[in-house]
């Protein structure tokens, strides 16, 4: 199976991630770090490490002696990742899954996970896919369907059972949405395929999301790659966090077919990126923070109370429409033309891949901050700006 191209996009931080690679000390399982007491004990094995996270709580990675490593979701989940002419312990817990390198034909349900198998060029591990050619906004992804290396398999709560095991999968990625399915993961069970269920939406940190990369550099054996990559969107991170807040409030959100606003709920981490950014969410306590929702919906009339002095706006297009010029975006309700933004010609709408490249987050804070500091710097790659037309 042919590897797709690596696309220019990923090329622009080529230089920045392979003179990380160099300088990295501790990358992935091959260095050990301060042994910790919680590591997993798996007789016959020897412990050496467990991966440090920068951001991320939704997953731990132990490191033993051979190339061995123990990837732990939130979810209590384990999966034994083992390296290639080696074999599993013999007396392995029954609740540990043991995946053998290298890994390849995968079903990868999650949409947000693609991301990482082509920031580390490894699309080629992957055979099937939840999502038809023309909903990805990942092009390596889209262009791997347009060629035939990569095959739709059918929504996670309804998989071509028959095409997994014709394809040779032995290993599904999905997403959250999972547990809404239990028999899904049941049946896949019965028929030898586990599953890796990413945690990456429950990351209280933007860049935990993003860390998630770690679990897929062990998972294909890219550990330092994983490591690089991270580090290169960190940095992004840390170049804005050196700048002082602009004091500027944004209103993220999209008006649905009812005519209602769809908003991010001040404890997402949409909302969290803008704060790192260094604006501020002008929906300071929208929703429960205990609450596993990230969006709110408002009627039009609350909206228009809270929201109409924000400084910015930010149109979300992946879930309300591609929106091109001011007056398209009216279109959608009029009562917009009122709002502080809209008069003064500071309204954005994010690209369609604004969800999908989980592994630019860092790039993402980096242009928000940048429409927030210097809107009339140049081209971004995941906002536009709407001019009238």
């Not at 945690?199 to 998972?219: D, F, M, N, Q």
């Not at 917009?336 to 993402?364: I, P, S």
Request: proline share 3%.
């Amino acid at each position: 199976m042919t590897a797709p191209v690596c696309w220019v996009r990923r090329r622009t931080v080529a230089a920045l991630v392979l003179a990380v690679v160099l300088c990295l000390t501790l990358a992935g399982c091959g260095a050990p770090v301060q042994e910790q007491a919680s590591a997993a004990q798996i007789d016959g094995l020897t412990y050496v490490g467990t991966v440090p996270l920068s951001y991320a709580d939704q997953f731990s990675i132990d490191c033993y002696e051979g190339g061995y490593a123990l990837i732990t979701i939130s979810n209590g989940d384990r999966l034994l990742v083992i390296p290639p002419e080696k074999e599993p312990p013999a007396a392995l817990e029954e609740d540990i899954v043991a995946i053998r390198q290298p890994v390849e034909n995968l079903y990868v349900a999650a949409s947000a996970a693609m991301d990482f198998f082509a920031a580390l060029d490894c699309l080629d591990a992957v055979r099937l896919c939840g999502l038809q050619a023309g909903d990805w906004y990942v092009e390596e992804a889209r262009t791997a369907m347009e060629q035939g290396a990569l095959l739709y398999a059918g929504k996670y709560s309804g998989p071509d059972y028959e095409l997994l095991l014709a394809q040779g999968c032995t290993l599904s990625v999905q997403n959250t949405m999972i547990e809404h399915a239990p028999e899904v993961r049941e049946k896949l069970r019965d028929l030898g395929i586990a599953v890796l269920e990413d945690y990456s939406s429950y990351e209280a940190h933007p860049l935990g999301r993003c860390e998630w990369i770690k679990v897929y550099g062990t998972l294909l054996g890219k550990n330092e790659e994983a490591e690089a990559l991270f580090a290169a969107q960190k940095e992004y991170l840390d170049a804005v966090a050196e700048v002082e807040e602009t004091g500027k409030t944004v209103a993220f959100f999209y008006i649905n077919s009812a005519g209602q606003a769809v908003c991010r709920s001040s404890s997402d981490y949409v909302s969290k990126m803008i704060a790192l950014a260094g604006g501020e969410s002008v929906f300071r306590s929208l929703g429960n923070a205990d609450s596993s929702r990230s969006t709110v919906t408002m009627e039009m009339e609350k909206f228009y109370e809270e929201a109409r002095d924000a400084d910015v706006i930010i149109y979300n297009s992946t879930l309300g429409g591609d929106v091109q010029t001011l007056e398209e975006l009216l279109g959608k309700n009029a009562l917009l033309a009122d709002f502080k933004a809209v008069r003064g010609g500071d309204v954005w709408c994010t690209g369609h891949n604004f969800y999908q490249e989980t592994m630019r987050l860092g790039e993402m804070i980096s242009e928000v901050h940048t429409i927030l500091t210097e809107p009339e710097s140049g081209d971004l790659s995941f906002l536009h700006r709407l001019k009238e037309s």
